[in-house]
């Protein structure tokens, strides 16, 4: 039997940007957004972008629609049956800046998710955070804490949209030695949750709280600099999780070195983030040891100033909610293509391919794999120069060994973008 969703007719009206990569989570196709930018041009751009002005403060005001959608999905537990959907938030993204080196930055964003017949779905999701960058001469220093609440695609074992939490503090911090040589940190502790206690007549649902952790991350390095436009950084990071629940304890540790390559030219940029992973278990975990390299690369080239072309690959360990596996091995390949149409409309079209591979805990279990599909595009129009209308559309399929066990997940959609309105993103 396949399982499916069917999301037809998606509305959103607010909240452009990209939310805050976590931890060995689930990550939906489609590949970069775009170029990576700085902690200094990403400030200076969200500060210009925020017109309003209380005092010294500026002020992003974030409200609107989004994710109005008719749902209709299918699990091995329960009959088909259809729904609608939406998520309506208001909320604001303020900036204080004391001084020229320091910003302040902080955000609320609440939002309410509503099902029309689903009542126990219903749900305030809460985001928010508090973020400072330090701009020194030679030191730059960029730390926040912040909670993210949002419906979300949590596991690629159960297709089906749930609510999900993630709390955040995090430290980056990169000092100028010389021209050339700059020594960098990176520290993260991270809180994921799943927000099921409304599904307990879903049993593969609410297990997804098995996945409930603790996650941290330190990594210290050296950036070289030969070039303006070239960065090569060594490193080691040390990472450790701690699950909640002994029922499906997962729980590892271990020391990687760490390799990050950026070329950024105007019409070449390739970006790399590698990682030599050596996870163990910690006393008391069913953890099955993992050594392999994990991370993604990136390629953008573009030969004309309104086509880009991306090609991008990515390799990441997911924790599984199935009792016979502890992780499975996520492995894409795609190529997404951009082009400007004019100068108010643009029209981007992506495809990959893939497997999950599964490890088990025993051998008594049997050896589970699976191709992953997925395609998709979107037009957007600029209507005005703060209104943006965009089409999308995105389909993935995962195609099991076992029998029983193939899924899909197809999404399509109408949205409309208010500039400046960010995308309720961990700060």
């Not at 902690?39 to 974030?62: F, K, M, N, S």
Request: overall charge negative.
């Amino acid at each position: 039997m396949r399982f499916k969703i069917q999301v037809c007719l998606g509305i959103l009206f607010l909240f452009a940007g990209s939310a805050k990569s976590q931890f060995l989570q689930f990550t939906p196709p489609g590949g970069p957004e775009g170029r990576q930018e700085t902690v200094q041009e990403r400030l200076e751009r969200e500060i210009q972008d925020a017109r309003y002005h209380l005092g010294p403060i500026r002020i992003t005001p974030l409200v609107g629609f989004r994710d109005v959608a008719y749902v209709r999905d299918l699990l091995a537990t329960r009959d088909a049956r259809s729904d609608v959907t939406a998520t309506v938030g208001a909320g604001f993204r303020a900036y204080l800046r004391t001084g020229r080196k320091v910003t302040w930055i902080a955000q609320a964003l609440p939002e309410y998710v509503w099902w029309q017949k689903r009542s126990e779905a219903r749900r305030l999701n809460l985001s928010g955070g508090l973020e400072t960058v330090f701009l020194f001469n030679r030191l730059t220093i960029d730390a926040a804490v912040s909670r993210l609440e949002q419906q979300r695609l949590v596991t690629p074992e159960v297709p089906e949209l749930v609510n999900s939490a993630s709390n955040l503090g995090r430290l980056d911090a990169e000092l100028e030695l010389s021209p050339v040589l700059r020594p960098f940190v990176s520290a993260r502790q991270a809180r994921q949750e799943g927000l099921v206690e409304d599904r307990v007549d879903e049993p593969v649902v609410e297990r997804i709280a098995l996945l409930d952790r603790d996650e941290q991350a330190l990594r210290a390095g050296l950036h070289w600099y030969p070039r303006e436009d070239w960065m090569i950084g060594l490193g080691v990071e040390r990472s450790k999780t701690d699950f909640d629940s002994p029922t499906l304890d997962s729980s590892n540790e271990g020391t990687s070195p760490v390799l990050e390559l950026l070329i950024d030219r105007p019409h070449f940029y390739f970006r790399g983030d590698l990682a030599a992973r050596s996870l163990t278990a910690t006393q008391g975990s069913r953890f099955v040891d993992y050594d392999g390299v994990t991370g993604s690369v990136s390629l953008s080239l573009v030969p004309r100033s309104r086509l880009e072309t991306w090609l991008y690959a990515s390799r990441q360990i997911i924790y599984s909610i199935s009792p016979d596996y502890p992780y499975l091995q996520d492995e894409r390949v795609g190529l997404t293509l951009s082009l400007g149409i004019g100068e108010r409309a643009s029209f981007r079209v992506f495809t990959e391919t893939g497997s999950n591979e599964y490890t088990a805990f025993s051998a008594a279990a049997p050896e589970r794999e699976e191709d992953l599909t997925a395609y998709g595009g979107a037009l957007r129009f600029a209507l005005t120069e703060s209104l943006e209308l965009s089409v999308q559309i995105m389909r993935l399929e995962l195609d099991s060994n076992l029998p029983d066990n193939d899924r899909s997940y197809t999404s399509g959609g109408l949205s409309v973008t208010l500039r400046g309105n960010l995308a309720g993103r961990n700060l």
